[in-house]
């Protein structure tokens, strides 16, 4: 079972940054597919940012691509999402997720279903 703890959250005015952080475990860290998503009030969760905490690649939203990187450190079981730019349109609650990564998939989903473990989620508001 592996366990997640996001911080980071917080409340910060347009243009500005934030940096979220995932710390996972309960499970062999390099063995993930590990995600970051987001949920505004009314809408769908949806991914933001993916990484494969083995190999390390990513993949992004198109909605962020350029302004939010999604990073890790291995030593510490933990991955970021640096969002830089902030719009009043990233306001949303953000998840952290992890999945045990089959030994084919390269780079990781984007999708919810992808995922099976969640974080209990930190909020992200941005003021105009």
């Known amino acids: 079972q592996v366990q997640l703890v996001e911080s980071g959250g917080g409340s910060v005015q347009a243009g500005g940054s934030l940096r979220l952080s995932c710390a996972a475990s309960?499970?062999?860290?390099?063995?993930?597919?590990m995600g970051w998503f987001r949920q505004a009030p009314g809408k769908e969760r949806e991914g933001v940012a993916s990484?494969?905490?083995?190999?390390?690649?990513?993949r992004y939203a198109d909605s962020v691509r350029g302004r939010f990187t999604i990073s890790q450190d291995n030593s510490k079981n933990t991955v970021y999402l640096q969002m830089n730019g902030l719009k009043p349109e990233d306001t949303a609650m953000y998840y952290c997720?992890?999945?045990?990564?089959?030994?084919?998939?390269?780079?990781?989903?984007?999708?919810?279903?992808?995922?099976?473990?969640w974080g209990q989620g930190t909020q992200v508001t941005v003021s105009s």
């Open positions: 997720a992890a999945v045990q990564r089959s030994w084919w998939v390269s780079v990781c989903p984007l999708q919810t279903g992808g995922y099976n473990h």
């Open positions: 309960g499970y062999t860290y390099s063995s993930l597919c």
């Open positions: 990484i494969n905490t083995g190999g390390g690649s990513t």
